[in-house]
């Protein structure tokens, strides 16, 4: 019974949007329904890695065994549906108080729960067809949010947004398409061949020069999506002008969906060339991310941009883990796992950052210690743990990366991330401690409004301590069971 | 016999793919927002026959539907929309673009040489009397993305984007004979969608900016 698990996944959130959708005008409580029901995927995707944990065959569902959930698709089940509740549960219309319309917060639900219905296809999705549908639509759900206040900014931010993800989705079917060209030119066309099983069982005998020519469209095409430099070029706008719930899904968890999907085209793609091709091209746009995100760290004036390119920055680092064999690839995924607990935290906490200081210039926000002390500290907290810091999670997963490199023979490679880290660490320290201590402005109102909502974001800080200070053995066997999927030798 | 009708489906083909092209290079060519909505439209219609040709020849009666979904999408739904958002917003013209007109056709010809160079080890896999106008397709592909890059009004941009679409389009019909139907009626409707977003944000920019012009997107910095 564990294939009716697909639809406890992928239901929930088609039936939010469409209660949203159906009750006019917009009420609180529809927002704590949807909360709620977004509970029901997080307990099927925790299913689902149980089942895999356990050993069991990678269950399938659907026409032409449309939905798969193997390793790889429920460590980013996970990921999305944690993100997702977190995401619902702070969205605006919750709780009396808010700057929105009944109308755009009607918006607001339905989008949103249709992006969450989108990004889960994506992971669970078996046909290569199916993944690239669902990620385009994610950019136009996502992108109905992201203007919701129809400022100059925002509506700058979601053009940029649409158009150039829109553009990289489109190389990304291109590549789609030259590797379904290459089947069809070996086996003729075949309802199921752009199944991935059936690909990566064919790749071997595919052709190199075609598969490099596809892979290099849906690294550039993907890599938009996922926040890759060069392609990058709309993040920090779209992250920054969003309502704060949807930067948090974006950040922590669209920009992995994107790496998922160039992780699939990979293994096919390795399976052909058998070379270090994609490895290198990794390696060059995740080095070539870290640096444009480091020095952006430096310059960066807007918390909610610094959040954006931290996120191109792990972005970076991912990818440079994904171009380093399997050591590099235990790395990155458990790397995807700490960004994804820390990211959405880090936003939501900006958003009432934001709700009490009115500007998102890190300059004219001081004394957070004093206004808001929970909110401060666990801002200061997911900081640290984002720059890398132990008790954390993420100072694991980039040990880890070193140790990967080091093996891998690319020393100057480590040396060099190794320095970048350093400055992005600077950069976030000194943001931090402008913004933490201080006197905050006058008629600024002190202490926290509601201080309890923000009781699951301990949870967050309790998961990111646990995977910074053990390795829970389920965690290792799903990760050891993705890189078997991911980096064969 | 097989042979006559395999040379007459590649010389068909390749001539479908270079008209498509030929519309497509027209972007950069003509300033008018209104001839590029038609430039599109003509597109469009020509690709959708083109599909007709592949599913005839090609003995693939799926393609029948999809060139006619194609048709009714691209050829009657969305220049239609088009239309009415250049009149409603009032723009005529593409003033100046980054790159001027002589420059960007000399452009676009070095784009499809490069597109030719590109597919050389496409081309010479392929055994479909189709191959021939599969780098076409990919300078099609390339010319969209350079219109997108270089012109300055936001609707031009669109067209721009729905051109790429087209090449990619034109890509499958040519060197797979079309992909599996849910997946291509799936990515209609992307298509779709996405341009009826697109649609509205330049209703936004134009009520935001006073302007479509994308040279005024420049409020966020650092």
């Known amino acids: 019974m564990i294939h009716m698990n697909f639809i406890l996944l992928l239901f929930p959130p088609l039936l939010a949007a469409l209660l949203a959708f159906v009750v006019k005008p917009y009420r609180p409580f529809i927002g704590w329904i949807n909360a709620l029901l977004s509970l029901i995927p997080l307990g099927a995707a925790l299913?689902?890695?149980?089942?895999?944990?356990?050993?069991?065959?990678?269950?399938?569902?659907?026409p032409g065994e449309m939905f798969r959930a193997d390793g790889l698709s429920a460590l980013l089940m996970v990921c999305v549906t944690s993100a997702a509740f977190i995401a619902l549960f702070f969205s605006p219309g919750l709780r009396g108080e808010t700057t929105y319309t009944p109308r755009q917060l009607r918006r607001y639900h339905v989008s949103m729960n249709l992006f969450i219905a989108a990004t889960l296809v994506a992971v669970s999705a078996n046909n290569v067809g199916i993944l690239w549908i669902a990620v385009e639509a994610t950019t136009i759900f996502s992108a109905f949010v992201i203007p919701l206040a129809l400022t100059k900014e925002a509506v700058e931010a979601s053009w940029k947004y649409i158009l150039i993800c829109s553009v990289g989705i489109a190389l990304a079917f291109a590549g789609t398409v030259l590797g379904y060209f290459d089947f069809v030119t070996l086996s003729g066309r075949a309802e199921?061949?752009?199944?991935?099983?059936?690909?990566?069982?064919?790749?071997?005998?595919?052709?190199?020069?075609?598969?490099?020519?596809?892979?290099?469209?849906?690294?550039?095409?993907?890599?938009t999506k996922a926040g890759i430099a060069p392609m990058h070029t709309w993040l920090p706008d779209a992250h920054s002008e969003a309502p704060a719930p949807l930067s948090a899904m974006m950040s922590g968890v669209l920009l992995a969906v994107a790496t998922y999907a160039i992780v699939r085209w990979k293994v096919v793609v390795d399976a052909t060339l058998r070379s270090n091709y994609t490895n290198n091209l990794l390696l060059a746009l995740g080095l070539l991310s870290l640096l444009i995100a480091a020095f952006s760290l430096v310059q960066a004036q807007n918390y909610k941009r610094m959040l954006a390119y931290s996120s191109i920055e792990h972005t970076g680092l991912i990818c440079l883990g994904l171009g380093l064999g399997p050591l590099g690839a235990f790395a990155a995924m458990l790397h995807l796992l700490n960004h994804a607990v820390a990211k959405p935290m880090l936003f939501i906490l900006a958003g009432r950052v934001l709700h009490r200081y009115h500007t998102t210039e890190i300059d004219r926000v001081s004394g957070l210690l004093k206004v808001m002390p929970w909110t401060g500290g666990l801002f200061a907290a997911a900081i640290l743990a984002i720059i890398g810091l132990p008790p954390f999670g993420l100072f694991i997963s980039e040990f880890a990366l070193f140790r990967a490199g080091f093996a891998a023979g690319h020393p100057w490679l480590m040396?060099?991330?190794?320095?970048?880290?350093?400055?992005?660490?600077?950069?976030?320290?000194?943001?931090?401690?402008?913004?933490?201590?201080?006197?905050?402005?006058?008629?600024?109102?002190?202490?926290?409004?509601?201080?309890?909502?923000?009781?699951?974001?301990?949870?967050?800080?309790?998961?990111?301590?646990?995977?910074?200070?053990?390795?829970?053995?389920?965690?290792?066997?799903?990760?050891?069971?993705?890189?078997?999927?991911?980096?064969r030798p | 016999m097989n042979f006559m009708n395999d040379a007459l489906f590649s010389q068909l083909s390749t001539l479908g793919a270079s008209v498509v092209l030929f519309f497509g290079i027209a972007l950069l060519w003509r300033r008018s927002l209104h001839s590029y909505v038609a430039a599109f439209k003509w597109q469009s219609a020509v690709l959708a026959l083109l599909f007709v040709i592949v599913g005839y020849f090609g003995n693939d009666h799926e393609l029948y539907i999809v060139a006619i979904v194609l048709f009714g999408l691209k050829v009657l739904i969305i220049p239609r929309y088009l239309d009415r958002l250049q009149a409603r917003i009032g723009?005529?013209?593409?003033?100046?673009?980054?790159?001027?007109?002589?420059?960007?056709?000399?452009?676009?010809?070095?784009?499809?040489?490069?597109?030719?160079?590109?597919?050389?080890?496409?081309?010479?896999?392929?055994?479909?009397?189709?191959?021939g106008g599969l780098p076409l397709a990919i300078g099609l592909i390339f010319v969209g993305l350079f219109v997108i890059i270089t012109r300055k009004k936001a609707l031009t941009q669109v067209v721009g984007f729905l051109v790429l679409e087209n090449g990619i389009a034109l890509l499958a019909a040519l060197g797979t004979y079309g992909i599996p139907l849910i997946v291509e009626l799936g990515v209609f409707l992307d298509v779709l969608m996405g341009f009826l977003v697109m649609q509205v944000f330049v209703y936004h920019i134009q009520s935001t900016f006073d302007s479509i012009d994308v040279d005024r997107l420049n409020q966020l910095r650092h």
Do not use: C, D
């Open chain 1, 192 to 223: 199921n061949a752009l199944n991935w099983p059936v690909l990566l069982e064919t790749a071997p005998r595919l052709h190199p020069e075609v598969m490099q020519l596809a892979f290099v469209f849906i690294l550039i095409g993907y890599g």
């Open chain 2, 91 to 131: 723009i005529e013209r593409e003033a100046t673009p980054y790159v001027n007109v002589a420059s960007s056709l000399i452009i676009a010809g070095l784009l499809v040489l490069f597109a030719y160079a590109v597919t050389r080890p496409v081309v010479s896999l392929s055994t479909l009397p189709t191959r």
């Open chain 1, 415 to 487: 040396g060099a991330v190794l320095a970048l880290l350093a400055v992005a660490f600077v950069a976030l320290i000194s943001h931090l401690n402008k913004m933490l201590y201080g006197a905050p402005a006058e008629g600024l109102a002190v202490g926290e409004t509601s201080g309890w909502q923000i009781a699951p974001l301990f949870l967050s800080v309790a998961v990111l301590v646990t995977l910074g200070l053990t390795q829970p053995a389920p965690l290792t066997t799903l990760l050891n069971q993705i890189v078997a999927i991911v980096a």
């Open chain 1, 47 to 62: 299913r689902f890695a149980a089942h895999v944990i356990a050993g069991n065959e990678a269950p399938t569902f659907g």
